[in-house]
């Protein structure tokens, strides 16, 4: 059993719904170790050997059929390699499991790669006080009360004021760590995004890809944290305030993929436990965002705003 805030919850081992309590994660300044050279002009992914991806950060051939197609898909548009720019969050970053989550994670153990597609939504978060940013990731653990670590990336739809203009950016973080935002590559909404995060024992790497710009870059960074036991696929809410939160509609991903150990694959072949956002983490809450069924053909699912 795990208690959050009160509820019991058991561990899951066939696909429920779990409505988050609330538990915080305290910050810590990260460091990034030596980046990846970038790769030569006229790199082909597609022919390259597993040494020459693990050389130049790309994700790692897949044999499974469903995590093969979705990879192959991302090589083929991986065309132009940018250089990261990044910045660290300022203040204290906290990983919120309260009224935050919504979309699907898979209980296993040693998970150490995960990755999905999807298309970053148009996003007005209005005049809100405290606006609430749309976020969309892939990552590894922090599921459980007793989670250390959160290793993820993904994208946001966020603004830094009420009333501001949205922006749109790539990020890493490895929890309780800060967030690390990437300025490049730069993604606009309608753009579809492949995120591919993996744990090779000490760090961390994101291959970050906006595939319909074909630009793509890879992010190294530290994970004293790491926490594998679950795989997670996630709309998350950051931010107190939801007035405007429907206006990014739903998402949907596809292709997510993942390897544990002697396991993985299609997310959608084994049990899941799905997360409801509720403005109070309760049943009895308002709806905020909900995942839809999960998809086979696609690997994936539709989260809609409410």
């Known amino acids: 059993m795990v208690v959050l805030g009160g509820l019991v919850i058991p561990k899951p081992t066939l696909s429920h719904t779990t409505y988050f309590a609330h538990q915080s994660m305290t910050s810590q300044e990260d460091t990034f170790p030596p980046g990846l050279a970038a790769p030569p002009n006229g790199f082909n992914p597609l022919q390259a050997t597993l040494a020459q991806l693990s050389a130049y950060g790309f994700p790692a051939k897949p044999s499974n059929p469903a995590a093969l197609a979705t990879w192959t898909t991302a090589m083929e548009d991986a065309k132009t390699y940018v250089v990261p720019e990044q910045s660290i969050s300022s203040g204290p970053n906290h990983v ?27 996003y007005n978060e209005g005049l809100d006080l405290n606006p609430a940013d749309a976020s969309f990731w892939v990552g590894m653990g922090g599921y459980y009360a007793d989670s250390n670590g959160l290793v993820q990336a993904g994208a946001d739809s966020g603004a830094n004021n009420a009333g501001g203009s949205t922006q749109y950016e790539f990020w890493v973080e490895d929890a309780p760590l800060n967030t690390h935002w990437e300025a490049k590559p730069v993604i606009q909404p ?78 959608t072949a084994f049990p899941t436990t799905k997360i409801i956002m509720t403005n109070n983490g309760t049943s009895s809450g308002t709806e905020e965002s909900v995942p839809g069924a999960l998809n086979s053909s696609t690997s994936g699912f539709t989260v809609t705003a409410k």
């Not at 989550?101 to 150490?112: C, D, H, T």
């Not at 993996?198 to 926490?227: C, H, R």
């Open 190 to 267: 309608g753009d579809t995004l492949y995120v591919d995060v993996t744990y090779d024992g000490s760090t961390s790497q994101a291959f970050l890809e906006n595939e319909t710009a074909n630009t793509y870059t890879t992010v190294t960074f530290n994970s004293p944290d790491y926490d594998g036991s679950t795989v997670d696929v996630i709309n998350e809410a950051v931010g107190a305030t939801y007035t405007d939160w429907t206006s990014w509609g739903h998402v949907t991903f596809t292709g997510a993929i993942f390897t544990a150990g002697s396991e993985g694959g299609d997310l």
């Open 96 to 122: 919120v499991y309260n009224n935050h989550w919504a979309g699907y994670v898979v209980p296993s153990s040693g998970v150490y790669d995960v990755s999905a597609t999807w298309v970053q939504p148009s």
